[in-house]
C-alpha cells in the first residue's frame, strides 16, 4: 500500500491534480549539460536542456513544446505491477478462509512476481539502439527542433531521473569501410556508430546528468520490504507445512 500511494495518480473525483515538481539535472565538475525537469506523476510535462557544444563552446538551449509531455513508461508500468499485486491480495470476500498452505504459496508467488517486475522496471532501463534513439517520438517534443547532429534520451535508473546527450558526426563515405553498427545499450560511448535516414553517424560526446526522485527511493525500499514480508510469511508456512506432513508413525 505504502509504495502503490507513492505512484498514485488522483481520479478524476479526487479534484485535485498531481503536484510538479522540479529537478535540476547536472553532474558535479562540468557544466557542459544542464537540464531542468518538471515530473507530475508519470510525465515529464517540461523540460528545459542547456548544452554547451565542446568545440566552439557555442550554448544551446531548447526546451519542450507548450502542449508535450513525455510519458515515462517505466513509471507508469512499475505502478501498474504494484497495483496489480494489492489487486490480488484483496480480490476475495473480507472473511474468505484459506483452505491450504499452498494456496497462501500461490497467492505470495503471483504477489511476489508483480513486486519484483514493478521493482526491475525502475532498476532496469531499457536498452535502446541509437537509430531507436534517434527515431523516438522524444526528438520531435522540443522547440527549437533538435539539431541533426543531437540526441537525447531520457530513463529512469533505479531512484534517478537520467538524461544523456549524444553529440554526433557525420561519417564521410571515406570513412565508413571500418563502419560497425553498435547494438542496444542504456548508455553508448563515443565511438559508438549508427545508421539512421541513409547516413552514418558516430558518436563524439556524451554527456550524461541525473537527478535523484524521492519518491522513487522510497517506492523501491517499499518493494524491497513487501518482498522480504511475502518471503517470511512464504517461509513459515513451509514450516508448518513440513510438520503437518512428518508422520512419526
Known sequence: QEASHR?????SGSGGAVKQENFVLSTSGTDQVKGVMTLQGDALCQADVNLKMPRNNQLLHFAFREDKQWKLQQIQDARNHVNQAI?????????????????VLKLMDAVMLQLSRARNRLTTPAALTLPEIASSGL??????????????????????????????????????KNFKPAGGSVLHN????????????????????E?????L??????????LQLCQQLKDKISVFSSYWNYRPY
Open 7 to 11: 505512484f498514485a495518480l488522483p481520479t
Open 87 to 103: 489487486y490480488l491480495l484483496m480480490n476475495r470476500d473480507a472473511n474468505y478462509q484459506f483452505k491450504t498452505g499452498l494456496e
Open 139 to 176: 526528438t520531435k517534443m522540443f522547440t527549437p527542433v533538435l539539431p541533426p547532429d543531437i540526441l537525447v534520451n531520457f530513463y529512469i535508473n533505479l531512484n534517478k531521473l537520467c538524461l544523456t546527450v549524444y553529440q554526433l558526426h557525420m561519417m564521410q563515405p571515406s570513412t565508413t
Open 190 to 209: 563515443p565511438g559508438a556508430m549508427f545508421e539512421f535516414g541513409s547516413q552514418r553517424y558516430e558518436v563524439s560526446h556524451v554527456h550524461k546528468v
Open 211 to 215: 537527478c535523484v526522485v524521492p519518491w
Open 217 to 226: 527511493n522510497d517506492a523501491l525500499v517499499f518493494f524491497t520490504v513487501s
